[in-house]
């Protein structure tokens, strides 16, 4: 029997539960093994709930428990999360994870402590929610140079870009709306502002990297700027805005963003639509690969924290992840990355167009039959330090979004 301890009986512990109670005999079939849920750790009781006879209130009753062999982290926040798992580890447990923050934060620690204990940290629900991308990054590509990861990571975001693009609705009206549904919080700032995001790209570009890269170095920007008037561009250009994560190798530089980003129909991210998440790698020797699903949600978040717990109970005793050492990467500044851009400037084109195009280069002007008084151009390929340098001389710009080619 493997027993397992799983810490925090919130949205995805409950998930992690009836997981393993919907699904036992093929877990157990594929673990060789029972697998037991001996404790649930909780500030709360839950009376009436069968789980209430696991429930625990001391960490110490789970980690001074020889029997556990695996412990669940599904508390979310860093502390005490981040303490209870360093001490599991410690003990020779086992744990796995769907803590972003937690993983952005200290990942490389705790992978280091389970690699010297022969142990495993596993945190494939961090990032793609019930999208499996960790487990191919450490095992299915271990032969290729990733040399880009693109994703839509945040579905709040993307279920409020569709509902704008597709129904021309204005930002507040669909954060009340993705709100009354249940797709974000009372206070979205997390997912709105493009933080949730962040810390999942930081995680794939620590993988892919072998370094750390720490979130905060990493150029963030949300949605909250983005209008109805900006997606009557996008269709007219036949394009889409999607707030996309990306971590791409410059030479012997790694460069990382979250920001919203303009796509044309042939771009793989392009249809990805509502709650639904997508992950774009593009390796060296494979080429180009997508991975596609329920981003988030209780069971399909769930369902990928209990895949690492079959993963672990197969490999007790032998260390199967991929490191990243703890040594911090520095990232190409924003200011030296090169994109097109798409701008929005007050006036009239047929006026402005040739001094435009005496700073900016060659444009290709857009302009919305409705819209007075403003129009759109696209630039050609300019670093972001030179686009913002000639930005100052264009008081009239209203806003800008980067292309993604």
């Not at 129009?375 to 710009?397: C, D, M, N, Q, V």
Request: one cysteine or more; hydrophobic letters at 40%.
């Amino acid at each position: 029997m493997v027993n397992i301890a799983v810490l925090g009986y919130g949205t995805v512990g409950s998930g992690v539960v009836e997981v393993i109670n919907t699904n036992g005999a093929r877990i157990n079939q594929r673990i060789g093994d029972e697998l037991n849920v001996k404790y649930v750790l909780d500030l709360r009781d839950f009376p009436g709930d069968p789980i209430q006879e696991k429930i625990v209130h001391e960490f110490d009753t789970v980690v001074e428990d020889p029997d556990i062999q695996i412990v669940v982290e599904v508390m979310g926040g860093i502390e005490p999360a981040y303490t209870f798992v360093k001490r599991s580890l410690q003990a020779g447990k086992s744990v796995a994870t769907s803590n972003k923050a937690l993983v952005a934060k200290h990942g490389a620690e705790l992978l280091s402590i389970a690699r010297d204990h022969n142990i495993n940290f596993l945190f494939e629900a961090s990032v793609g929610g019930g999208i499996p991308i960790i487990r191919p990054l450490n095992s299915s590509m271990t032969a290729d140079e990733i040399e880009e990861i693109t994703g839509i990571l945040n579905g709040t975001t993307n279920y409020m870009m569709t509902k704008m693009f597709y129904e021309g609705a204005d930002y507040d009206a669909v954060l009340k709306e993705a709100q009354d549904n249940g797709y974000a919080e009372r206070n979205p700032e997390a997912d709105v502002e493009g933080y949730d995001a962040c810390r999942k790209i930081a995680i794939l570009s620590s993988l892919i990297s072998g370094q750390q890269v720490d979130f905060e170095d990493i150029y963030t920007e949300g949605i909250t700027k983005i209008t109805s008037e900006d997606m009557m561009y996008a269709k007219a250009m036949d394009m889409t805005i999607k707030l996309l994560a990306s971590s791409k190798r410059d030479g012997d530089h790694l460069h990382a963003i979250v920001a919203p980003h303009l796509l044309g129909r042939e771009h793989p991210l392009f249809n990805v639509n509502d709650v639904f998440n997508a992950i774009f790698v593009h390796g060296n020797v494979l080429g180009d690969a997508m991975f596609y699903g329920s981003g988030a949600g209780k069971l399909p978040t769930a369902s990928a924290v209990v895949a690492d717990v079959v993963d672990e109970a197969k490999h007790l005793h032998r260390n199967i992840m991929t490191m990243w050492k703890s040594d911090k990467l520095e990232l190409l500044p924003i200011e030296d990355t090169k994109k097109r851009y798409f701008v929005r400037i007050g006036g009239n084109a047929a006026v402005m167009q040739a001094y435009l195009e005496s700073r900016f280069g060659s444009i290709e002007v857009v302009e919305i039959e409705g819209l007075e008084g403003e129009f759109g151009f696209k630039t050609g390929i300019l670093s972001e330090g030179e686009y913002r340098e000639i930005a100052k001389e264009f008081p009239t710009i209203k806003g800008m979004i980067r292309i993604q080619e």
